[in-house]
């Protein structure tokens, strides 16, 4: 069974070119996009290969996902041209 990735243009498709443009010439923002790829390459691995992973962890990894993509919507959105 696939799990998707919750990669954050498939999950703001209409924020593709700021999240380019922000991974590109924000380097913060790389490095916590970076991050938050890899939490979540993390999970799906535990999800996918049905490792056994306490209810505990494995909630507090996705709490943390949940808290970095958050984050990370903030910038991205703060940062995407505005139409009028």
Do not use: C, W
Not at 2 to 17: R, V
Request: glycine share 4%; charged share 35%.
């Amino acid at each position: 069974m696939a799990i998707d990735p919750h990669t954050l243009e498939a999950d703001f498709p209409e924020y593709t070119d700021t999240i380019r443009r922000l991974n590109e010439q924000d380097l913060e923002f790389k490095t916590q996009s970076d991050d938050y790829h890899r939490l979540d390459k993390q999970i799906r691995g535990l999800e996918g290969r049905g490792v056994a992973t306490d209810d505990q962890h494995f909630t507090s990894l996705k709490i943390q996902r949940a808290h970095m993509k958050d984050r990370l919507y903030r910038r991205i959105s703060n940062s995407h041209p505005q139409q009028h």
